[in-house]
């Protein structure tokens, strides 16, 4: 056999292994999920095992529940878990929804920075007390939406005058406990990750409670893997005792 056709022998089967490899690769699924900032602690672990267990790829972007909503018309996505079922709802009504998943439910807290605890016994007394709380944004968040709710049905919306916003509950919590802001209203199990926070359960938040959900989107290009990944989430037991570890409950509190 000639050089040039030995040559011309090697170069055919090298592209051919490289383009099988490369079909490989686009065949194999690697899933996006859009998941509340919120659920970052349990879900990274989470996503760990399961790439572990299955070789699939997911790459997790975390943010505020409505700012993620919000994209969903501009990328695709494979799976939603938003902080609170509404956005859910949400999300399912603008026909972005194939199925929905129940993960735990979580409730809202007052938090404080513990080295500045204020003397409160209701959310009114801790809108007029506290000179430096702060607030997520409820455009952005789902604590943010929850805890302008609340204070609208207590009457003291208009008065509350947060010195900081913040567009996730991770950054609120981030500021509570450096001390940026003194206290703040965020989700009961974000704040049993803080060293330095401690907590108070107000009467008027005691019987708030928010579902957490994981969805599998229409626009997901693996909706085989992505229900997998949903179910994990939702119904394995590895994730169940990581979500009641970082205080996610797993049943409805009576």
Not at 101 to 128: C, E, M, Y
Not at 153 to 160: A, H, L, P, T
Request: hydrophobic content about 45%; aromatic content about 8%; proline content about 3%.
């Amino acid at each position: 056999m000639s050089f040039f056709k030995l040559r011309w022998v090697v170069t055919f089967l090298f592209s051919v292994t490289v383009s099988g490899c490369l079909e490989q690769n686009r065949d194999r699924p690697r899933l996006r999920l859009l998941c509340a900032a919120g659920m970052r602690e349990p879900v990274s672990e989470l996503i760990n095992e399961f790439e572990t267990e299955t070789g699939v790829e997911v790459d997790v972007q975390f943010g505020g529940s409505g700012t993620l909503l919000a994209m969903m018309d501009q990328v695709e996505a494979d799976l939603y878990l938003a902080a609170d079922d509404g956005y859910i709802e949400e999300a399912s009504r603008r026909g972005f929804v194939l199925s929905r998943h129940r993960v735990g439910f979580q409730s809202p807290v007052l938090a404080w920075n513990s080295a500045k605890k204020i003397d409160v016994t209701s959310l009114a007394d801790w809108v007029r007390k506290s000179a430096r709380s702060g607030m997520a944004l409820p455009e952005t968040s789902a604590i943010g939406k929850m805890t302008e709710e609340v204070l609208a049905v207590e009457g003291v919306r208009e008065e509350m005058q947060p010195c900081a916003h913040f567009v996730t509950v991770y950054e609120l919590a981030n500021a509570i406990q450096l001390g940026s802001v003194d206290s703040g209203i965020i989700w009961d199990n974000v704040a049993a990750q803080y060293k330095g926070v401690s907590v108070q359960e107000l009467s008027e938040l005691s019987g708030v409670v928010s579902a957490v959900e994981v969805a599998v989107l229409l626009s997901s290009s693996f909706p085989n893997s992505a229900t997998d990944l949903a179910e994990f989430l939702s119904n394995d037991k590895i994730a169940r005792d990581s979500f009641e570890a970082h205080g996610l409950w797993r049943e409805e509190k009576p």
